[in-house]
């Protein structure tokens, strides 16, 4: 059973776009939530990650959306650059147990 | 944060023999984690290394197949024995550091012939 739903697979955006990438989870112990990026060849690498009890985070271009009540959580980046090109996966994490979602395929068209 | 080094990077295998990854984590953690990720694909656990005990393994993986180390806090190695083709893929370090967060190394990309 799959305890993070990732969406949508894969995602074309256009320079300058935004790029919206959403997670949805069931396990309500859940009490971390961090997205990681994923550029070919390379390990998966913290982007940005946020905890239930706020609704937003923002660093940079990227931006978490939290909503508690429905169990969903999604990564917006901001002015999307062909450098954003990559897989993302969210993560949902509660004692030291880490839950990853299918990724998603970003590609940026200059 | 942690920074986690892995090797080697990449490495091509005859079918049947073993391999030994080493993974290196740059501050002492108390958990650290073997994962395999299929080109394109998800993240997979294969087993969380216990430091001083045996490793804790994910249904579909076993001891005899994945034998893991944990001699210490900042240290790991995981072998991939009798490899077939169907091993060929990347196998990711992490650790835990810094509140509920994984950090991963940069892989090792395994390919058996």
């Known amino acids: 059973q799959q305890q993070v739903k990732q969406s949508p697979q894969s995602l074309i955006v256009q320079k300058g776009g935004i790029s919206i990438i959403n997670c949805a989870y069931e396990?309500?112990?859940?009490?971390?939530f961090p997205w990681y990026q994923q550029f070919p060849g390379k390990g998966p690498a913290l982007l940005i990650a946020i905890r239930p009890d706020v609704s937003e985070k923002k660093e940079g271009r990227f931006t978490i959306s939290f909503n508690k009540s429905a169990k969903q959580f999604s990564l917006h980046i901001m002015d999307s650059q062909p450098g954003d090109s990559a897989t993302y996966f969210c993560?949902?994490?509660?004692?030291?147990?880490?839950?990853f979602g299918t990724g998603t395929s970003l590609t940026v068209i200059p | 944060s942690a920074v986690i080094s892995q090797k080697p990077s990449r490495d091509i295998c005859q079918r049947g023999t073993s391999l030994t990854i080493q993974c290196q984590v740059d501050s002492q953690v108390t958990m650290m984690f073997w994962y395999r990720q299929q080109p394109g694909q998800s993240l997979t656990l294969i087993a969380t290394?216990?430091?001083?005990?045996?490793?804790?393994?994910e249904s579909g993986f076993v001891i005899d197949k994945f034998p893991i180390s944990r001699p210490n806090l900042t240290f790991s190695t995981l072998t991939v024995s009798n490899m077939s083709p169907e091993d060929s893929s990347i196998y990711l370090c992490?650790?835990?550091?810094?509140?509920?967060?994984?950090?991963f190394g940069e892989g090792s990309w395994l390919t058996v012939v």
């Open positions: 993560a949902a994490t509660a004692s030291n147990q880490f839950y």
């Open positions: 290394a216990n430091q001083g005990s045996e490793a804790t393994y």
């Open positions: 396990n309500t112990a859940f009490d971390y």
């Open positions: 992490s650790a835990e550091a810094s509140g509920n967060t994984i950090y």
